[in-house]
C-alpha cells in the first residue's frame, strides 16, 4: 500500500499572494483533502532581505480568504488553530546544517571560493511528471551547484529537498517554472540516500496577451479579488479550473463535489490562460445563488471594512436596502459604492445627475408637486402607493411618468442608476424621502447642483 499522501504550498514571502500561487495551494489543499491525506504550509522565508511580516501575513490573508486550512506544524501536532504551524524556513537553521553535514560526508561535494559545491552529475537527468510526462534533461554542461554560500547560508535548492525529505513529502505540485529545476533537485535526493516525491507541475498562467501573467498585470494578486469584493468562492472555483478541468463542460461546482474530482491526472498539459471577465461572470452565478443569510453575512464583513460609515446607519433600512442593492450588482465594491448615497443624509450629486436631470426649468416644481403627492399618502407607504404619486406628479405635469421617476432617483439619491426607484423609495421610508426631496430643492434653488 502507498503512504498517506503529504503535499505542501512553499510559497516565499514576496509581498503578494500571485494568483498562481494561489492556485498552487488549492491545488495542494485539493489533492490533500481529495486522497484523506495531509496539507502542510511552508514559508520559504530564507531570504532576509524580502522576508517581512507583513509578507507572510498576506500568504496568511489570502489562504485563510480562500478556506485553505493547512495541517500540521513544527510541533508535529495538527488540528487545532493554535498549534497548526505553518513551518518556517527561517526556524530550521538547525536542520539544514545538519544535512549539510551529511552531504559533506558523501564524495560529492567540494570547496570553491569558500562556499561548498555539489558536484552535479554529468548523466542525462530524467524528470517523470505526473503532468509533463518523462522529461530529460541534458547534463554535459551542467554546472556543479552552489548549495551552501560563502556566508553559510544554504542555498533555496538544498533547503527546498531537506523539507520535501523531512516532512515526508510524497508529491511535490508546483507550477512549471520549477520543472527545470527537478532534475537538480532528484540529484539532491539521491546524495542524501533520500526517495525523491513524485512531481506534479503545473501549466502556466498566461495573461490576455498570452505572456506569462506577472506581478504587473492587473488582477494578479489574489488580495485584488477580497478588495473588489469577489466572493471567495467563486474565486476559489475559477482557480479551479485554471489547468484543471472537471470534464462534461461542467464549471461551477461546490467545493465538495470540486474536492470529490480532483485529481492529478486530469491537470492539462497546456498553458492556462486568464480571463478576468470570466471569472466576474462566475461570481456573478455564485452572487445570484448565494443564500439571504450568506450573503447578509459576507456583505456586513466587507461593508465593516470598507465603510465603517455602515455602524452609524439606521440598521432596518440597511437590512431594506442591500437585497434591492444586490439584485443589480455583483460585487461587494459595486454594492458597497450603490449603498453610498444612503450612509448619509449630505449625500453628493454625480455631474450626470445635476446635467440630466436637475437642468431643467421645471425640475423645481416637479420636486414640489413630489413633496406634495408624496406628502399627501395616509395610507400604507409601499411599492404601489409610491408608485400612485410618481404617476399622479406626471399627469399633472403633462410628462411621461419615466421624467419624473427619473428626477426623483436623482433627487433621492444624486444618482441616476440605482435600485428600482419605487422599491428604493418604499424601503428609505416616508420622513427620509420627503427630506431628501427638500433638500434637493433647497440646493436646486441656491444654485448649487449646476452641472460643471
Ligand atoms: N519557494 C518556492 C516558490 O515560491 C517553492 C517552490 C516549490 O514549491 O518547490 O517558488
Excluded at 494561489?22 to 484523506?36: P, V
Excluded at 525529505?165 to 542524501?192: C, F, P
Excluded at 503545473?202 to 494578479?220: Q, V
Excluded at 399627469?395 to 419605487?422: C, N, Q, W, Y
Aim: aromatic share 10%.
Amino acid at each position: 500500500m502507498s503512504s498517506p499522501v503529504r503535499v505542501r504550498f512553499a510559497p516565499s514571502p514576496t509581498g503578494m499572494l500571485h494568483i498562481g500561487g494561489a492556485r498552487t495551494a488549492l491545488f495542494n489543499w485539493l489533492y490533500a483533502r481529495h486522497t484523506g491525506g495531509k496539507f502542510i504550509l511552508r514559508i520559504e522565508d530564507t531570504d532576509q532581505a524580502r522576508n517581512t511580516q507583513e509578507a507572510v501575513d498576506v500568504i496568511f490573508r489570502g489562504m485563510r480568504w480562500l478556506g485553505l486550512d493547512w495541517d500540521e506544524g513544527p510541533d508535529g501536532k495538527g488540528g487545532t488553530s493554535g498549534d497548526r504551524g505553518p513551518y518556517f524556513q527561517s526556524q530550521r537553521a538547525e536542520i539544514y546544517r545538519k544535512y549539510l553535514e551529511k552531504l559533506k560526508a558523501t564524495d560529492k561535494t567540494y570547496e570553491d571560493g569558500g562556499a561548498l559545491k555539489f558536484k552535479m552529475p554529468k548523466t542525462p537527468g530524467v524528470v517523470k511528471d505526473l503532468v509533463c510526462g518523462e522529461v530529460t534533461f541534458d547534463r554535459t554542461m551542467e554546472p556543479d551547484l552552489v548549495v551552501q554560500r560563502k556566508d553559510g547560508s544554504p542555498v533555496f535548492h538544498f533547503v527546498n529537498v531537506v523539507d520535501d525529505l523531512e516532512m515526508g513529502i510524497t508529491h511535490v505540485i508546483r507550477g512549471e517554472d520549477h520543472l527545470t529545476n527537478t532534475h537538480k533537485h532528484i540529484a539532491l535526493y539521491d546524495a542524501l540516500g533520500g526517495t525523491p516525491p513524485q512531481f506534479a507541475h503545473i501549466p502556466l498562467i498566461l495573461n490576455r496577451g498570452g505572456s506569462k501573467m506577472s506581478k504587473r498585470d492587473e488582477g494578479a494578486a489574489l488580495g485584488f479579488y477580497e478588495d473588489a469584493g469577489y466572493l471567495p468562492a467563486a474565486v476559489r472555483n475559477y482557480l479551479c479550473l485554471l489547468g484543471w478541468s472537471p470534464g462534461e463542460n461542467q464549471e461551477i461546482l461546490p467545493i465538495d463535489e470540486l474536492v470529490q474530482r480532483f485529481d492529478l491526472p486530469n491537470i492539462n498539459r497546456s498553458n492556462a490562460r486568464f480571463d478576468g471577465d470570466k471569472l466576474f461572470w462566475m461570481n456573478g452565478e455564485y452572487w445570484r445563488s448565494l443564500r439571504d443569510t450568506d450573503f447578509q453575512k459576507f456583505a456586513g464583513e466587507y461593508l465593516r471594512r470598507t465603510r465603517p460609515k455602515v455602524a452609524q446607519m439606521d440598521p432596518a433600512l440597511l437590512e431594506r436596502l442591500l437585497p434591492l442593492i444586490r439584485e443589480k450588482v455583483r460585487t461587494g465594491r459595486e454594492l458597497a459604492e450603490w449603498l453610498d448615497p444612503y450612509l448619509v443624509e449630505d449625500y453628493d450629486y454625480t455631474e450626470e445627475a445635476k446635467k440630466k436631470q436637475l437642468a431643467a426649468p421645471e425640475v423645481g416644481n416637479w420636486l414640489s408637486a413630489l413633496v406634495a403627492a408624496f406628502g399627501a399618502i395616509t395610507g400604507a407607504w409601499d411599492d404601489a402607493a409610491v408608485e400612485g404619486a410618481c404617476k399622479k406628479v406626471a399627469d399633472e405635469a403633462g410628462a411621461k411618468p419615466a421624467k419624473v421617476i427619473h428626477l426623483a432617483r436623482a433627487a433621492v439619491s444624486g444618482r441616476t442608476v440605482g435600485p428600482s426607484l419605487f422599491g428604493l423609495l418604499t424601503a428609505l421610508g416616508k420622513e427620509r424621502v420627503l427630506a431628501r426631496l427638500e433638500r434637493t430643492r433647497r440646493q436646486l434653488a441656491e444654485g448649487k447642483l449646476v452641472a460643471a
